[in-house]
């Protein structure tokens, strides 16, 4: 049985063939990274192809191959692998001479993208909350959807925050955005049709979340965590 360098040979008869969890997360951060495989591959010191066989099929890298690539990437052999899936980002140990620095408007709106997952802050009668959304940015507005009848939906009307984020484990650095804004439901049907177009899938929590809302940001705001 003919194997990829660098991999471990499967049981003949075995049909896992097709990406896995590891080569999704390869490509991931790979193209997070803006980096084709040809780049990849001169930085971790493995060919292209065997980066497309990461990334493609379901392979089972050496140790060795896994770290440098890791390494190449940034990250961790757990990261890729899926063994901190569970735990919250930044258990890292804090990077040497590190410091926040304020970002500016643009910074923070390039950095809120089109769309990614994001926290929502707002009042309940039980009290403070903060709940995670899938949003796509939408002109200067943030939108987001839910359910008829959510502590979202109720929230229109009323000032919320909404907050997104990225943490570096590996290089112990990162960063975060807040919008300030009023919170406002979405019924012109032209606007809907508008916001449905941009969402790139529908919500990851399921169910039936078709009810658009938007923040209206009155302020945006947003630090970096940097070294020296």
Do not use: K
């Amino acid at each position: 049985m003919s194997t990829v360098p660098g991999t471990t040979p499967r049981p003949i008869g075995t049909h896992d063939s097709g990406r896995t969890d590891l080569g999704r997360r390869i490509a991931t951060r790979r193209e997070e990274l803006g980096l084709s495989r040809e780049e990849l591959g001169s930085r971790s010191g493995v060919a292209a192809s065997y980066i497309a066989y990461l990334e493609e099929q379901a392979a089972s890298p050496a140790a060795g191959s896994l770290l440098r690539v890791a390494h190449a990437l940034g990250t961790t052999v757990a990261d890729l692998s899926g063994a901190t899936t569970e735990r919250p980002p930044g258990r890292g140990t804090a990077g040497r001479e590190t410091g926040l620095v304020e970002l500016g408007e643009a910074e923070c709106r390039r950095l809120l993208s089109t769309h990614g997952i994001g926290r929502v802050a707002l009042l309940t009668p039980e009290g403070p909350a903060i709940l995670p959304v899938n949003y796509v940015v939408a002109g200067a507005d943030v939108a987001f959807r839910t359910e008829e009848g959510s502590p979202l939906a109720r929230a229109a009307g009323t000032e919320v925050a909404f907050e997104v984020d990225r943490i570096d484990d590996a290089m112990s650095q990162g960063w975060s955005v807040l919008v300030v804004g009023e919170a406002a439901g979405v019924t012109d049907g032209e606007r809907l049709r508008g916001l449905d177009a941009l969402a790139p899938s529908p919500p990851w929590a399921g169910g039936h979340r078709t009810h658009w809302m938007t923040v209206t940001s009155v302020r945006i705001t947003g630090r970096r965590v940097v070294r020296g």
